[in-house]
């Protein structure tokens, strides 16, 4: 018979650094603390920083209902270069002069890109075809079909641009991939873009302000961090609220 958990219970925000995967994060709280249900609410990729949650014990529990929160992420586009990711870590498939823009102009554009929308994942990402991730098959030279997806975007502005690289924030529903939004922005132009920058400020009710650094996490010892959990009271008027 498994042995009942006793481990601490709660959400912890991390502002994880650019470099480790979701995963890697997990994996890392769980052996510096020594705790066993650990998961986290929405993947980050490698390179994008910001909000991860991670949810602990009981609190796994709620993690589908976290991960089902609206999103905030800031970063920044660059125009010219189209990747075969759709970000930096893609090969460049393309390179195309940026033509005269203003911020107001590229603001305008952006508008276009509010409310309900079909977006269809890239072929680099986690999403599964028979139970392999899409990267995988990508890496293979192997696309397959992906149907659309319905996503919502509140708001996507641009904030500041200097070319080749525009500023922005976008807050939008689970699931929607800013990498496609930044592809889609330079075929709008004509000239082709990738995402450069990504950072997650916000998702539902919890704010990258209140997360703790990765580093100053696997400094704590474990009465840390249970001051530094959002308990499960609070936690639960979060996913309603939220």
């Known amino acids: 018979m498994m042995p009942k958990y006793t481990g601490p219970d709660g959400v912890l925000l991390v502002d994880k650094p650019s470099g480790p995967t979701s995963h890697d994060v997990v994996n890392a709280v769980r052996r510096h603390f020594g705790v066993k249900k650990v998961g986290h609410c929405g993947t980050l990729d490698p390179n994008a920083t910001g909000l991860l949650i991670l949810v602990l014990g009981k609190a796994t529990k709620l993690s589908d209902s976290l991960m089902g929160q609206d999103k905030v992420y800031e970063g920044v586009i660059t125009l010219g270069k189209e990747t075969s990711s759709f970000d930096v870590d ?23 890109f509010k409310g309900d929308q079909m977006q269809t994942p890239p072929m680099v990402s986690a999403i599964k075809k028979d139970g392999v991730p899409l990267y995988k098959l990508a890496r293979k030279g192997i696309e397959v079909e992906r149907p659309p997806r319905l996503i919502h975007v509140y708001y996507f502005k641009i904030t500041q641009f200097q070319t080749p690289d525009c500023e922005f924030e976008i807050a939008c529903t689970k699931g929607t991939y800013i990498r496609s939004i ?34 100053r996490i696997l400094e704590m010892e474990i009465a840390d961090l249970s001051k530094a959990l959002i308990p499960l009271d609070q936690l639960r008027e979060s996913t309603l609220t939220g």
């Open 182 to 215: 930044a592809h889609d922005l330079g075929q709008k132009i004509g000239c082709g873009a990738h995402l450069k920058t990504l950072r997650r400020t916000v998702s539902g009710s919890f704010n990258v302000r209140k997360a703790y650094r990765l580093e």
């Open 90 to 112: 893609g090969d460049i498939l393309s390179e195309t002069p940026v033509p005269p823009l203003s911020c107001e102009e590229l603001t305008t554009m952006a508008l276009d």
